[in-house]
């Protein structure tokens, strides 16, 4: 992609037909899916409602996007959905208007906030009239049935809500799961998601020379996800040399030299909030890859590849625990977290454990048809002097587990 010059700035050039591309998504059928599954979940546990403050668990039950990133720290704005009924979205005054359009809200509230920012001192004088509000509606909406789903609450919260008689249940259950299985709209927005992340990494290993810093290449990421109406990216995983090991080492202002291992993992919410998170590994021009180097792709190429080979609709998360490919002792210590974990609007339901970590933190289930879920490696020595990151973003089909992905694994990193 070459940039291209608007009255002596550079621009971003974008990689498609962008606007071709969110025309041919039918939001409305994608927005009507996502809160028909959550009442779905919602009535299958007797609950008259929930309430929601996650910014992202709003976005998938009504498509409703307000300062996203600020209001996860900052939780002020909420949305009611019911199990059966009109959802009611509380916004601030100020930016009511960004939700027109969206037939999912019947009706928008002025919003209480109570954290201390917005309330200071007066944090529990309006967190009691917050909560008198929400149980007001939970009365009118759901007559006798007080089983209220709050997905984020804080303490004093919970207990006001507790105070009017509401009994409270954990909404993220009933979310995760309505989540899980992906309409036809929703695997169209993941497709584009991918394809905003591919022409990125394309870019990143144009851009891959001797001298550049790890935030320098990794700022690439960004720059062409906001210019294909992307959202953030979750981390800062892009790491080079001896800092590939152990893992989970953030990007700085280290320089990257020639022949070094440089691996990041894209955790990119694209467009219309959907998520491309996969891994690459790559050589820095300059110097042939090392013979160790080499070893390492391998390795974590044949993990990613075996693990995916055995994912298809029906095989229990046990299951493949017990049949997925056997760590070799060396690498098990630094191994990553988990083998295969879901994939939406974020990281999302399940997190498949390794068999040996079933007794600590494992559970079972199952694959489904029209799940996405990302395949993890990764393969580093403690001690060692570079480690190599890759993981695969996939669509379960009936037949098996296809690749979203265009980028390739690099043979043996091969350049």
Known sequence: MSRLDLDGRSAV?????????????????????????????????????CLLSDPINIRYATGSRNMMLWTMHSPSRWAFVPAEGPV????YD????????????????????????????????????????????VSTRGGKNRRLAVDRCEPMGAFKLAQHGLELFDAQEAI????????????????????????????????????????QLWAILHEVNIAHDGEWIESRLLSSGERTNPWFQECGNRVIQA??????????????????????????PGKPPTNEQRRLSSIAQEQVLFNMSLIKPGVGFREFAEKCW????????????????????????????????????????????NMTVSVESYIGEIGGKEGVKLEQQVLITASGAVPLSKTPFEDALTI
């Open 13 to 49: 050039p974008l990689a498609f037909d962008l606007p071709a591309r969110l025309a041919a998504i039918d939001q409305r059928k994608l927005r009507a899916y996502r809160l028909e599954r959550l009442r779905g979940e919602l009535q299958k546990r007797d609950y008259v409602g």
């Open 259 to 284: 022949g070094d291992l440089v691996a990041f993992d894209t955790d990119m919410v694209g467009p219309l909030g959907y998520l491309a998170d996969i891994s690459r590994s790559w050589i820095c």
């Open 326 to 369: 056997p760590v070799p002792e060396e690498f098990i210590p630094n191994r990553y977290m988990m083998m295969v974990h879901g994939v939406g609007l974020v990281d999302e339901y399940p997190s498949v454990a390794y068999a040996r970590d079933f007794a600590d933190w494992g559970y079972d289930g199952a694959f489904q048809e």
């Open 176 to 215: 995760e799961q309505a989540r899980l299985v992906k309409s036809l709209e929703e695997i169209a927005c993941l497709r584009l998601a991918m394809d905003v992340c591919d022409a990125a990494i394309t870019r990143m290993r144009e851009a891959l020379r001797p001298g550049i810093t790890e935030n």
């Open 94 to 137: 100020s930016s009511k208007h960004v939700n027109e359009g969206l037939e999912t809200i019947a009706e928008i509230r002025p919003c209480t906030p109570w954290i201390y920012f917005l309330a200071g001192p007066r944090c529990e004088e309006k967190a009691g009239l917050w909560a008198r509000e929400m149980a007001d509606l």
């Open 88 to 91: 009611v979205l509380y916004e």
